[in-house]
């Protein structure tokens, strides 16, 4: 909202200058974004009168000019203007005059006598781009004949004036217009409200249109009336032009002019037609299939289509009967456009209910003023009074007969009354309120309002859509109380040292472990595509959670792995030439679990775990001269995973996954005891969906639960033992499809004593044909370090041991010693 401030004084006058009124619209929510004088700086420019205008005698393009300054003498000015002639009453900078700065800014320019082609020049006779009132720099600037001659061009132009450029929130759509300003500073400041004052038009005529209203949903209230005989060449009075200047608005012709000077004044969008080019009676409907429209700007439109999110969307249209003729509560159209022709007008204002207009100008690729007034609500109480207005201003000034005002009332909203309890407002703006500050404060805005007890019972203006709820008012005493009247007080607390809970790590620690394994973490979106979702898991149909409103087709449904993003920024960064790549997520997953009820961080139906997710792909090594180039493998994930999330012992067991390769993936189990908890899984990723992602090379993938992880547990201390410990070797042949961990796992269980671990080293297949094994045997070698605190322990106590050992991987094995 852009207006100057003379036309605001014209109707609130506060006793504050221009910097102290802007701050205070300011700490009142209507922020000042921009605050300048009509003029940039200039001095010693003054108003002027050509007394002679003679050719110059050497240069066909230069005048020499005899002004009347108001010096008390003549002065001889060469101009290069092409109107400059005897006269006319123009500015004219003196000598010592500082001009504003060029367009590209610098310093001000000075004027000094000087000759031009050999005759000397006493001053410059200035264009309106010198004086920084706009880009029209084809002559001198004219001024109206009874300009005074010696006036300081700043003080007759009022060029001190200060321009307001308002940012305004959506929901103060009252203050988008002149009167909707001056009630907010006169409530702010308490200043007198003065409306603005006209004679009520005089009916003339017996003449009305016919207007049927089709849809009442499309408009609430119209009102119109005919005015014929009107001159539409009339020239626009010089204050009206100045006040659309400084808000913004280009002058066009009388009739548009006094429409926009009412719509900005008054906040009422209207709109004029030239009666004589319609075509009988008018409708107001919603658009029918196929038509279109050519709207004022020259854009010719299809009234009922898709909005952007390919949804079918009417717009509303003010018709006659060969068909549209506006663009309901947006722009009207081409054919019954006023013109230098115009005799005759038909004049209209109406209520267009928000929800009929939200939308639709974008849809068509631009906006008006009007739409933006009537998306966020216009006063349907003050419909005809700005017609009459409006009548008004023409009748003064392009002359006519007015006829009666036609007023259609159907659909106007109802104001509801809303309550406001002190005690709650004193809680949420946390000041001490009393029912008179309150009181005071609604009187000021206009608010009808009674009390019962200390709960207001306010009923809303028709102008202020935005009071619906009680915080709506609270939100109104806060900013007439003064935001900075409000005091700062920040919130005390005691504060003490937390103990570190030992028993479980952050996340931020895995990120730093997985980070110090070369892993490079990524943050992708909850969405995924359907198609990758259903190839990563396997899931059916009625399994995905969709979106109701996606903003993108490939974020359709919520994910149930993180594999699917990983997977994209590793097809992301291999299109750019990477070669190897190392990434983690950690992040959210989305399930469908009936058994949930409602409950902290869960919504009924839907479990949302957080999981710990990543892949390699690429070398296991950056390429260097000390170590063969090979590609990552299971084994070399698992042993990041083993370096990250120490202390917690993990094991593997082969299992199948939807995205992972058959005879390569794993479920991933955590150890406690004799417990094991399933975590996630590791493996390569699926030939098909290899070939599906159109990768050269299957990545390494893992996911794990992350809350199972966090949990570490305490340290057991134990005292260094005295004694050395002994390693024995024990090589075992086992059947080729019996895996180490099946017999860790027997022998661990057995409990032998003096064991504290158990590793495998090594694993032998024989060539084919071999006699010490079967095709289909293998031997696997575990290293057993056995130790006894109290002492040295014996052979005989090592080989028993190893004894037992051996029997327990012989019966639940089918082992062998080899």
Same mark, same amino acid.
């Given at each position: 909202?852009?207006?100057?401030?003379?036309?605001?004084?014209?109707?609130?006058?506060?006793?504050?200058?221009?910097?102290?009124?802007?701050?205070?619209?300011?700490?009142?929510?209507?922020?000042?974004?921009?605050?300048?004088?009509?003029?940039?700086?200039?001095?010693?420019?003054?108003?002027?009168?050509?007394?002679?205008?003679?050719?110059?005698?050497?240069?066909?393009?230069?005048?020499?000019?005899?002004?009347?300054?108001?010096?008390?003498?003549?002065?001889?000015?060469?101009?290069?203007? !092409?109107?400059?002639?005897?006269?006319?009453?123009?500015?004219?900078?003196?000598?010592?005059?500082?001009?504003?700065?060029?367009?590209?800014?610098?310093?001000?320019?000075?004027?000094?006598?000087?000759?031009?082609?050999? #005759?000397?020049?006493?001053?410059?006779?200035?264009?309106?781009?010198?004086?920084?009132?706009?880009?029209?720099?084809?002559?001198?600037?004219?001024?109206?004949? =009874?300009?005074?001659?010696?006036?300081?061009?700043?003080?007759?132009?009022?060029?001190?004036?200060?321009?307001?450029?308002?940012?305004?929130?959506?929901?103060?759509?009252?203050?988008?217009?002149?009167?909707?300003?001056?009630?907010?500073?006169?409530?702010?400041?308490?200043?007198?409200?003065?409306?603005?004052?006209?004679?009520?038009?005089?009916?003339?005529?017996?003449?009305?249109?016919?207007?049927?209203?089709?849809?009442?949903?499309?408009?609430?209230?119209?009102?119109?009336?005919?005015?014929?005989?009107?001159?539409?060449?009339?020239?626009? !009075?010089?204050?009206?032009?100045?006040?659309?200047?400084?808000?913004?608005?280009?002058?066009?012709?009388?009739? #548009?002019?006094?429409?926009?000077?009412?719509?900005?004044?008054?906040?009422?969008?209207?709109?004029?037609?030239?009666?004589?080019?319609?075509?009988?009676?008018?409708?107001?409907?919603?658009?029918?299939?196929?038509?279109?429209?050519?709207?004022?700007?020259?854009?010719?439109?299809?009234?009922?289509?898709? =909005?952007?999110?390919?949804?079918?969307?009417?717009?509303?249209?003010?018709?006659?009967?060969?068909?549209?003729?506006?663009?309901?509560?947006?722009?009207?159209?081409?054919?019954?456009?006023?013109?230098? =022709?115009?005799?005759?007008?038909?004049?209209?204002?109406?209520?267009?209910?928000?929800?009929?207009?939200?939308?639709?100008?974008?849809? /068509?690729?631009?906006?008006? =003023?009007?739409?933006?007034?009537?998306?966020?609500?216009?006063?349907?109480?003050?419909?005809?009074?700005?017609?009459?207005?409006?009548?008004?201003?023409?009748?003064?000034?392009?002359?006519?007969?007015?006829?009666?005002?036609?007023?259609?009332?159907?659909?106007?909203?109802?104001?509801?009354?809303?309550?406001?309890?002190?005690?709650?407002?004193?809680?949420?703006?946390?000041?001490?309120?009393?029912?008179?500050?309150?009181?005071?404060?609604?009187?000021?805005?206009?608010?009808?309002?009674?009390?019962?007890?200390?709960?207001?019972?306010? +009923?809303?203006?028709?102008?202020?859509?935005?009071?619906?709820?009680?915080?709506?008012?609270?939100?109104?005493?806060?900013?007439?109380?003064? /935001?900075?009247?409000?005091?700062?007080?920040?919130?005390?607390?005691?504060?003490?040292?937390?103990?570190?809970?030992?028993?479980?790590?952050?996340?931020?620690?895995?990120?730093?472990?997985?980070?110090?394994?070369?892993? $490079?973490?990524?943050?992708?979106?909850?969405?995924?595509?359907?198609?990758?979702?259903?190839?990563?898991?396997?899931?059916?149909?009625?399994?995905?959670?969709?979106?109701?409103? !996606?903003?993108?087709?490939?974020?359709?449904?919520?994910?149930?792995?993180?594999?699917?993003?990983?997977?994209?920024?590793?097809? +992301?960064?291999?299109?750019?030439?990477?070669?190897?790549?190392?990434? /983690?997520?950690?992040?959210?997953?989305?399930?469908?679990?009936?058994?949930?009820?409602?409950?902290?961080?869960?919504?009924?139906?839907?479990?949302?775990?957080?999981?710990?997710?990543?892949?390699?792909?690429?070398?296991?090594?950056?390429?260097?001269?000390?170590?063969?180039?090979?590609?990552?493998?299971?084994?070399?994930?698992?042993?990041?995973?083993?370096?990250?999330?120490? !202390?917690?012992? /993990?094991?593997?067991?082969?299992?199948?996954?939807?995205?992972?390769?058959?005879?390569?993936?794993?479920?991933?189990?955590?150890?406690?005891?004799?417990?094991?908890?399933?975590?996630?899984?590791?493996?390569?990723?699926?030939?098909?969906?290899?070939?599906?992602?159109?990768?050269?090379?299957?990545?390494?993938?893992?996911?794990?639960?992350?809350?199972?992880?966090?949990?570490?547990?305490?340290?057991?201390?134990?005292?260094?033992?005295?004694?050395?410990?002994?390693?024995?070797?024990?090589?075992?042949?086992?059947?080729?499809?019996?895996?180490?961990?099946?017999?860790?796992?027997?022998?661990?269980?057995? $409990?032998?004593?003096?064991?504290?671990?158990?590793?495998?080293?090594?694993?032998?297949?024989?060539?084919?044909?071999?006699?010490?094994?079967?095709?289909?045997?293998?031997?696997?070698?575990?290293?057993?370090?056995?130790?006894?605190?109290?002492?040295?322990?014996?052979?005989?106590?090592?080989?028993?041991?190893?004894?037992?050992?051996?029997?327990?991987?012989?019966?639940?094995?089918?082992?062998?010693?080899?």
């Amino acid at each position: 909202m852009q207006f100057s401030e003379s036309w605001l004084r014209q109707y609130v006058n506060p006793s504050l200058d221009s910097d102290a009124l802007g701050h205070a619209m300011t700490m009142a929510g209507l922020e000042v974004e921009e605050q300048h004088s009509v003029a940039p700086p200039f001095s010693k420019i003054v108003v002027a009168q050509i007394l002679s205008a003679e050719q110059h005698p050497d240069a066909d393009r230069l005048r020499v000019c005899k002004v009347d300054a108001g010096t008390g003498q003549e002065l001889q000015i060469v101009c290069g203007a !092409p109107n400059a002639r005897a006269g006319i009453k123009i500015p004219c900078a003196l000598v010592g005059a500082a001009l504003p700065p060029a367009e590209t800014g610098g310093k001000p320019f000075m004027i000094k006598v000087g000759k031009l082609r050999g #005759v000397e020049s006493q001053g410059m006779l200035c264009s309106g781009r010198e004086l920084g009132l706009g880009d029209d720099h084809e002559g001198i600037l004219e001024l109206p004949a =009874d300009a005074p001659v010696g006036t300081d061009i700043r003080e007759y132009l009022d060029l001190d004036d200060q321009i307001y450029v308002i940012k305004l929130t959506p929901n103060k759509a009252d203050c988008l217009s002149l009167m909707g300003m001056a009630r907010e500073v006169s409530a702010i400041t308490g200043a007198t409200l003065c409306a603005p004052q006209w004679t009520v038009p005089v009916v003339t005529l017996d003449e009305k249109r016919k207007v049927t209203i089709e849809n009442p949903e499309l408009c609430g209230r119209f009102a119109g009336r005919i005015i014929r005989g009107v001159n539409p060449q009339a020239k626009t !009075p010089e204050w009206i032009v100045k006040r659309l200047t400084r808000a913004g608005q280009r002058s066009i012709s009388a009739l #548009v002019d006094l429409s926009n000077y009412v719509m900005l004044e008054m906040g009422q969008p209207t709109h004029v037609f030239d009666i004589d080019k319609l075509s009988g009676d008018i409708a107001v409907r919603w658009a029918k299939a196929g038509e279109t429209l050519e709207l004022l700007n020259g854009q010719t439109v299809t009234l009922l289509g898709p =909005d952007s999110a390919g949804k079918l969307q009417n717009a509303g249209v003010v018709a006659d009967q060969s068909g549209p003729v506006a663009l309901a509560g947006i722009m009207g159209g081409n054919h019954c456009a006023v013109s230098d =022709d115009t005799k005759n007008i038909y004049v209209e204002a109406a209520y267009w209910p928000p929800s009929a207009i939200q939308g639709r100008a974008r849809r /068509f690729n631009f906006s008006t =003023d009007a739409a933006h007034r009537f998306e966020r609500g216009v006063d349907p109480q003050n419909t005809v009074n700005c017609l009459e207005y409006l009548s008004a201003l023409i009748l003064e000034v392009c002359g006519g007969q007015a006829g009666p005002v036609d007023d259609q009332v159907l659909n106007i909203p109802e104001r509801k009354p809303v309550k406001l309890r002190l005690a709650r407002a004193e809680k949420v703006i946390g000041i001490p309120l009393t029912t008179q500050i309150v009181g005071d404060i609604f009187k000021r805005l206009g608010f009808e309002f009674k009390n019962e007890g200390d709960v207001f019972v306010v +009923t809303p203006p028709s102008y202020r859509f935005d009071i619906e709820i009680e915080e709506d008012l609270i939100e109104e005493v806060a900013r007439m109380y003064g /935001f900075e009247n409000i005091p700062d007080k920040p919130p005390l607390a005691t504060l003490k040292m937390s103990a570190h809970a030992e028993e479980k790590r952050g996340i931020h620690l895995l990120r730093q472990r997985l980070a110090l394994q070369g892993y $490079q973490e990524v943050v992708n979106f909850g969405f995924t595509d359907q198609e990758s979702e259903q190839r990563l898991t396997g899931a059916q149909e009625q399994d995905l959670i969709r979106v109701l409103n !996606p903003i993108a087709n490939q974020y359709g449904v919520m994910r149930s792995t993180l594999w699917g993003g990983l997977l994209a920024n590793l097809k +992301t960064n291999l299109n750019r030439g990477a070669g190897r790549l190392r990434l /983690f997520e950690a992040g959210r997953v989305f399930k469908r679990d009936l058994a949930i009820t409602e409950q902290a961080g869960m919504v009924a139906g839907f479990h949302q775990p957080q999981k710990i997710g990543g892949l390699a792909y690429g070398a296991a090594v950056p390429e260097q001269w000390a170590s063969a180039s090979r590609a990552v493998d299971f084994f070399d994930i698992k042993g990041d995973l083993e370096r990250a999330l120490d !202390p917690l012992h /993990f094991v593997t067991e082969s299992a199948q996954h939807p995205a992972l390769h058959p005879g390569r993936s794993a479920k991933v189990f955590l150890q406690d005891g004799k417990n094991r908890i399933a975590v996630g899984w590791i493996g390569e990723l699926h030939p098909g969906l290899q070939q599906a992602y159109e990768l050269p090379q299957a990545p390494v993938l893992f996911e794990l639960d992350l809350d199972p992880i966090c949990h570490v547990g305490l340290p057991t201390p134990e005292e260094l033992s005295k004694f050395p410990a002994v390693q024995r070797d024990l090589a075992l042949v086992v059947k080729e499809n019996v895996s180490a961990q099946v017999l860790l796992d027997a022998m661990t269980a057995s $409990q032998q004593n003096f064991v504290r671990a158990i590793e495998v080293f090594d694993e032998f297949k024989p060539k084919a044909g071999s006699n010490s094994m079967a095709d289909d045997e293998k031997s696997l070698a575990f290293r057993v370090t056995l130790l006894n605190p109290q002492e040295t322990l014996q052979d005989a106590q090592i080989d028993a041991v190893m004894t037992a050992l051996l029997g327990v991987a012989e019966k639940k094995c089918a082992a062998r010693l080899r």
